[in-house]
C-alpha cells in the first residue's frame, strides 16, 4: 500500500492505483472505494474494512483480465 494517512476517524491510501479509504461513522467502519461510498457494508474494525477493500481491489483487476471469471463461481455450484 503507497501514501497512506490517518485520522482518527478516517484512514486514506492508495492500493495498486486505486483509492481505498475507511470512515467510522455513528458504531462501525464504512468503505470508501475510488471515492465512493459502499452502501450496505459496515465493519467492526479499520483490519476487517481495509481487507475487503484490497479483496474487491483485486477482484476488479482479475475481472478485468478475465472477463466473465466474477460470475463464473469458479467452477462451483451455488
Known amino acids: 500500500m503507497d501514501g497512506s494517512r ?3 476517524n478516517l484512514w486514506s ?3 495498486r492505483n486505486h483509492q481505498i479509504a475507511v470512515q467510522k461513522s455513528d458504531r462501525d467502519w464504512q468503505v470508501v472505494l475510488d471515492e465512493s461510498l459502499i452502501s ?3 465493519f467492526d474494525t479499520t483490519d476487517e474494512a481495509i481487507a475487503w477493500l484490497r479483496r474487491c481491489v483485486d477482484g476488479k483487476i482479475a475481472e478485468e483480465i478475465f472477463p466473465g471469471l466474477a460470475s463464473s463461481n469458479f ?3 451455488t
Request: aromatic share 16%; hydrophobic share 40%; proline share 0%.
Open 40 to 42: 450496505g457494508l459496515s
Open 13 to 15: 491510501g492508495t492500493y
Open 75 to 77: 467452477g462451483f455450484a
Open 6 to 8: 490517518e485520522v482518527a
